[in-house]
Structures are given as structure tokens and as C-alpha cells.
């Protein structure tokens, strides 16, 4: 692989990272105040029934995602569906703050949902359309790491407006959209080779004739499992474990992302020289082995607790960018789009069952088994990964640290159409 200055990460990716650090922000600073925004505005609803609010977006991530990779490639663009997204994100968040009831609220949320997932999505295919083999790795460790701080930044801010109006995360949440569709206007750029793809059915095809693309699917089906698992459980862990409030909770899922913020661009990097693997796999064994032991170890105090949580943001990090990148590998430009929503997809359905999967067995056992559990998910996705990766993945991959494109013998090099 050649090296050198060539390499860079291109100014678009910046742009598009800037651009989903503010689609990510106004989510992420909804999740501070929901007890106030539908618990107390709504008369008779159970705890469960608020748990909807978020299950309904993640619904509409499913089928919006889908939606928008077929949509994507069979039209030829791009910008249309920023413009589309942001637009229709500008108007349900104010909605949402009208709604005279709660069912029309999950019907707003859902719609919120679809135009949300139309932007990120779209930005994380366009950092496939303008990155290539020797700065992928680079470009989604950049974007990453525009988007992880969002995630972490997002709920911190949340908390500081939500306590000045329990509607002004929402109104915050549009303005951030309008920002967005400002630069979709402005500054964003469509891919210049980006071509129309023949029909839905060849777009479909992309799973069939890409078979490899199963491996970062199961991996980021995985990964957000675990996301959603850990933003459901870890703060009732450690109000009812620990018996501490609030602020040790933000501190200490705090601490989780800064390990993970720091090591997205780095690994991405070094993931271009040394290759996706090398960091993947090692990455979900020491994140397995480590959640196996976490609700043990932290049942001995804070400190312990924040330590585990900060290693376990360690071996994220190694596995974030790298899958990412990984579907860039595997894919070529006119199968971006549907690469991307396949690979969102498993993400999604991931993020649903994590905190579904928390609850049943802790009410099954206990936080522990809960903790175990999970990490056993992580080994297992673990060992099924490897048996595709020995199925489809060429041995030269595993073998030479030197990055090379996967290829499945007898199919087009996918890094031909870049």
C-alpha cells in the first residue's frame, strides 16, 4: 500500500464529521429529560410505556435505514436525502412539543426517527464515496470521533437546557438541523463519479454477491447490542448496586466514551497500514472477556467500576472505525448506499434487543448474570465472525499486516470501481 501525504484524510470527510457531530448532538441531548417530557406530561402511563419513546426511533432507524441505502444507489444521489432528512427533522422535533396526546407523539417520534436516519446515514456513505483503500480507516477514525463526541457531549448539555424548560432540548434539537441543512447547501458535495444503479433488485443483490459483508454486519449488530445494553443497565447498576445519583452515572458512562472518543482516529490510522482485523478481532475478545467480569468487579466500589468501564472503552475503540471501514473495503462505489443500510441495519435490530436482552435476564437473575451474559453474546458473535471471515476472507489477509481489499475469489475487486 503506498503511504505518504496522499493518504490524508480528504476536507469532505472533516465537513461530513462537523455535520454528524450536529445530527448526533440534538438525539443524544433528548435522553436527560424524558421523565419530565413524557412521564409528567402525560396522565397515566407506566414506566414501560415510556420506554416506547426510544423504541419507536430505533423502529424507524430499521426501516428508514433500508429505505434510504436502496433509494440511494438506485437514484445516483446524495445531497437530496440531507436536504430531505434535515428538513423533516427541523419540523417533527417542533412537533413533537405540540403533541396533544401520547400515541400522536410516538407517531412524531417515528416520523423524527426516518428523517434523522436519512442524514447520518447518508453521512457515513458519503465518507465511503470520498475516502479510499489507503485512508478509510483514517476518515472513519475522523468521523468517528466527531460522532462519539456527540454522543458523550450530547447528554451533559442535554441536562444543562432541559433544566431551563423542558422543551428546549427539542427546540435546540431543530436549530441543529437547520445548521445541518445549511451546510448540506453550502458545503457538502456530491461524489462526482456517483452513478445510477440499474434497479432495486441489483441493489438488493449487493448481500448475495458480497457475502463478506455478513462480517461487520455481525460485528455492528454486536457492538450495539452493547450500546444499547449499557445505556439501559449501567445506571440502574449503579443507583441500585452502588447507590449513587445521577452525576456518578454521567461521570462514569463519561468515562466510558473518553477512551473510545481518543482512539478513533489513531486506530482508524493505524488500521489502514496494519489492517482491519488486526484490530477487530482482538478488540471484541478483550470487550467479552472484560463485560463477563464487569458487574463483579464494579460490585467493589467506583473506582473499580469507573477502571472496567474505561478498559472497555479501550477495546471499542479498537473495533469502531475499523468496521466501519471494513464495509468500504468490501463494497464498491455504486453499492455504498446499500453496503451502508445493511450494515446500519444489523446495528439497529443490534441496539433494540440490548436493552430487551438487560432486562430479561436481570429479572431473570441478577445485574451479574446480566454482565455475564453479554459478554458471552460478544464471544459468541466473536467465534460466528470468524467462521465467516475463514469462509470468504482471503488467509493473505490474516497473514500480511499490510492492508489489502477483500475479495472473494472469482467477484469483482471491489476496489476497482473507486
Not at 445510477?196 to 461487520?216: C, D, M, T, Y
Not at 477487530?280 to 472496567?308: D, E
Request: proline share 5%; with cysteine.
Amino acid at each position: 500500500m503506498p503511504h505518504g501525504r496522499r493518504a490524508a484524510v480528504p476536507l469532505q470527510v472533516v465537513l461530513l464529521g462537523i455535520t454528524v457531530f450536529l445530527v448526533i448532538s440534538s438525539v443524544s441531548i433528548l435522553h436527560t429529560n424524558q421523565y419530565e417530557f413524557i412521564y409528567l406530561r402525560f396522565a397515566d402511563l407506566k414506566m414501560v410505556h415510556v420506554s416506547y419513546f426510544d423504541t419507536v426511533l430505533y423502529s424507524a432507524y430499521l426501516v428508514g435505514g433500508i429505505v434510504i441505502g436502496l433509494l440511494t444507489d438506485r437514484w445516483g444521489k446524495r445531497k437530496l436525502f440531507l436536504l430531505i432528512g434535515s428538513t423533516g427533522s427541523v419540523l417533527f422535533f417542533l412537533l413533537m412539543t405540540r403533541s396533544p396526546t401520547y400515541g400522536i407523539l410516538l407517531i412524531f417520534r417515528f416520523c423524527q426517527g426516518a428523517f434523522t436516519v436519512a442524514e447520518w446515514q447518508i453521512l457515513m456513505t458519503l465518507v465511503l464515496d470520498n475516502s479510499t483503500a489507503e485512508n478509510r480507516g483514517r476518515s472513519f477514525g475522523l468521523f468517528g470521533m466527531f460522532l462519539a463526541l456527540s454522543m458523550g457531549i450530547g447528554p451533559v448539555f442535554g441536562g444543562i437546557i432541559a433544566g431551563r424548560g423542558v422543551f428546549l432540548p427539542y427546540y435546540i434539537g431543530a436549530a441543529l438541523h437547520v445548521l445541518v441543512l445549511l451546510l448540506s447547501v453550502a458545503l457538502i458535495q456530491e461524489p462526482p463519479e456517483l452513478k445510477k444503479k440499474p434497479g432495486l433488485a441489483r441493489s438488493i443483490a449487493v448481500i448475495r454477491e458480497r457475502p463478506s459483508l455478513l462480517v461487520p454486519s455481525l460485528f455492528n449488530f454486536i457492538d450495539r447490542l452493547h450500546i444499547g445494553f449499557i445505556i439501559f443497565l449501567l445506571p440502574l447498576y449503579i443507583q441500585m448496586v452502588l447507590g449513587k445519583g445521577p452525576q456518578m452515572r454521567g461521570m462514569i458512562l463519561g468515562v466510558h466514551a473518553l477512551a473510545f472518543i481518543l482512539l478513533q482516529y489513531p486506530v482508524g490510522r493505524l488500521s489502514d497500514r496494519f489492517g482491519r482485523l488486526a484490530f477487530l478481532i482482538p478488540g471484541s475478545l478483550g470487550y467479552g472477556l472484560l463485560l463477563m467480569i464487569a458487574g463483579y468487579v464494579g460490585s467493589k466500589g467506583i473506582g473499580p467500576l469507573a477502571l472496567i468501564f474505561f478498559v472497555l472503552g479501550v477495546f471499542s475503540g479498537l473495533t469502531g472505525p475499523t468496521n466501519a471501514a471494513l464495509v468500504g473495503d468490501l463494497s464498491c462505489q455504486g453499492e455504498h448506499g446499500m453496503a451502508m443500510a445493511i450494515f446500519n441495519f444489523s446495528g439497529n435490530v443490534g441496539i433494540v434487543f440490548g436493552p430487551v436482552l438487560a432486562g430479561w435476564v436481570t429479572d431473570l437473575g441478577d445485574f451479574y448474570a446480566s454482565f455475564l451474559v453479554a459478554g458471552g453474546v460478544e464471544l459468541l458473535g466473536l467465534g460466528i465472525c470468524l467462521l465467516f471471515i475463514k469462509r470468504y476472507f482471503p488467509l493473505s489477509l490474516l497473514l500480511s499486516f499490510q492492508h489489502r481489499s477483500v475479495q472473494r475469489p472469482g467477484t469483482k475487486d471491489p476496489g476497482t470501481d473507486q
